[in-house]
């Protein structure tokens, strides 16, 4: 349990931060995942300006940031004010932190994009990837997933399930 005192004392730490940043190219990667359960955290804490603070460099260095956290519905409404491109949090078919039909509630209430991280429940949805999928693209209306693949056949099965759903992105004119 921390003290006032000592959840006033955290503070952002530029030269570690941007250290972190140079592993990473926007060019080749103009995602910048960020959050996750330290996002959780500090939220929690009521240091939103931290995660400000992040996002305000992450989008100086070029990236475009993503928050992630991991509880769905504590950290969506929480992390609403950040000026990131999507929201990205742990939902399936069959589990979110805590509240599976809250957080389903919320996803799809909420304004901004949001993306599913774990879609196939740790590879238990995989048989049933296109189900998995249409719940959450055509349910949730999220705008992405990010699947663990272990493998060149689940990567093949994901595929094969994500080829019946149309793309976010239009066709590009040639």
């Known amino acids: 349990m921390f003290t006032q005192k000592e959840i006033d004392r955290i503070a952002f730490d530029p030269p570690r931060f941007e250290e972190a940043l ?15 359960i330290y996002g959780d955290w500090l939220l929690a804490l009521g240091r939103i300006d931290l995660l400000h603070e992040m996002v305000s460099r992450v989008r100086g260095r070029g990236f475009i940031p993503i928050f992630s956290g991991q509880w ?3 950290v969506l409404p929480k992390a609403k004010p950040l000026d990131v491109a999507a929201y990205a949090v742990p939902i399936n078919k069959k589990w979110s932190l805590f509240d599976l039909q809250r957080a389903s509630d919320l996803i799809k209430k909420f304004e901004k994009p949001v993306i599913s991280l774990n879609p196939l429940a740790d590879g238990t949805l995989l048989n049933e990837s296109e189900g998995a999928f249409s719940f959450l693209f055509d349910e949730l209306k999220i705008v992405a997933a990010v699947p663990g693949i272990a493998s060149p056949g689940e990567a093949k099965t994901l595929v094969e399930a ?13």
């Open 22 to 36: 140079s592993f990473f190219d926007p060019e080749e990667s103009p995602f910048l995942f960020m959050g996750e």
């Open 72 to 74: 769905a519905t504590f």
């Open 162 to 174: 994500l080829m019946k759903f149309p793309s976010l992105i239009p066709p590009r004119k040639t």
